[in-house]
């Protein structure tokens, strides 16, 4: 079946450092693929999508690269901010719109000052 | 655009009573609305999809007869936890799908005594 993998967190990083959270997954066919982030408190935000293989989404200073050979979405950013404290969810959906999403269980990133 | 609202946003309740967590589409018509549950520290579980006009469909191991849901019209679905126990205790997320995209409400905090 389909299924996400993401690295377990939580990650704590220092302000402006370089962020890197690890996805992979296993599907059928071309899913779209998803990164939604959850600040405390709150429900789920679209943070960027891809639809297709080698497309990179990108938002806010993070960026993703659809890699079909490797099945991964690897999230990264430059330079974290405190700001950026959440929690993570790389998700996939075999539609180009997130119907019937699938979700990894989320990795929790802490930024200091 | 493209908000969804959930109320209310945190419930305590007593063992043995339902509660009722509305689902709105503020500003557009969704006819597929989500319910996921969330524990603490993981990921999204899909509930069920509810589809207005029509019977929800439930994911493997969710009980309909607890967990009810009603999709009456384009812009508002709700979910009724029946005789909730401490078990039921959860955050519980809906989003509405607009296609290509879905939109997550806030979330409720639902606490069960």
């Known amino acids: 079946g389909n299924s996400v993998t993401q690295m377990e967190g939580p990650v704590t990083l220092s302000e402006e450092a370089f962020l890197t959270i690890n996805c992979t997954y296993t599907?059928?066919?071309?899913?779209?693929l998803f990164w939604y982030v959850q600040y405390p408190g709150e429900g789920l935000q679209l943070l960027l999508k891809a639809t297709k293989a080698d497309d990179k989404g990108s938002n806010k200073g993070f960026e993703a690269t659809y890699r079909k050979e490797t099945t991964s979405f690897h999230l990264e950013k430059g330079s974290v901010q405190v700001s950026d404290s959440a929690v993570y969810f790389c998700?996939?959906?075999?539609?180009?719109?997130?119907?019937?999403?699938?979700f990894g269980a989320g990795t929790r990133l802490f930024v200091k000052a | 655009g493209a908000v969804v609202s959930q109320h209310p946003s945190r419930v305590i309740c007593k063992s043995g009573t339902s509660v009722k967590i509305e689902c709105r589409s503020l500003?557009?018509?969704?006819?597929?609305m989500f319910w996921y549950r969330q524990f603490p520290k993981q990921s999204l579980m899909l509930m069920a999809t509810s589809n207005e006009g029509s019977k929800a469909t439930y994911e493997q191991g969710v009980e309909k007869d607890k967990f009810l849901i009603n999709h009456a019209s384009l812009t508002l679905s709700t979910l009724t936890v029946t005789s909730a126990h401490p078990e039921d205790s959860s955050f519980y997320i809906c989003?509405?799908?607009?296609?290509?995209?879905?939109?997550f409400g806030p979330g409720t905090r639902l606490t069960v005594l």
């Open positions: 989003s509405a799908y607009r296609e290509p995209e879905q939109f």
């Open positions: 998700a996939l959906s075999k539609g180009t719109g997130g119907f019937k999403t699938i």
């Open positions: 599907a059928t066919g071309y899913p779209s």
């Open positions: 500003d557009f018509q969704a006819t597929t």
